[in-house]
């Protein structure tokens, strides 16, 4: 069903992505403070050390999910499309910098890059396909 | 594959908005298969055929 332009299923996401991005920033937060100034140690510093990967891991179940519930066939191949170029710039990132890192000085990625890199890219072809889709005016 | 999908629903005087509420599926759907960006699949070139009250062919054609 589709409600002012977005069908159900992208305001489900929307509002999944929500709320696993508001539970990173509150889980990171937490953690970077207990790390820092409670200095765990064992399975504590484990726990408190992945726990941010539990919504960034949920965010990407619900990529999958709302790929299952869109019934818009032409919406679901432009976040396929997207998944696509996100995919494509992270494995070829990798390679790039694990040749590199076997042959040359040239160290590790930095944290977090692979995850930005994939994220920033699913943005970008998301927005440039909703720049090609946008219709001045119903024709 | 070409299509007259533009052509048919101006017959009608419908909007995009209207079309693509009759299809349920979006605006940007109808206007990406209007354009010949996407090709529909089987299920919505069926269901657009019905609404027009035409065979599949007689709006959708191989342009091979």
Redesign the interface.
Known sequence: ??CS???LARKRYSRRVATSMSAYILTIGCAALIVRHGHPQGWHLYFWSLLPAIPVIWFIVQMGRYLHEE?????R??TVRALLVGTGALLGTIVVSDFLRSFTPVGPLPPFFTFVLFFGTFGIAQAAQAM??R?AG?? | MNNRLRILRAERGWSQAFLADRLEVSRQSVNAIETGKYDPSLPLAFKIARLFEKRIEEIFEDSA
Not at chain 1, 71 to 75: G, I, S, W
């Open positions: 069903m589709i332009g977005r069908t019934t818009d066939e032409y919406q191949v432009v090609r889709d219709v119903d024709e």
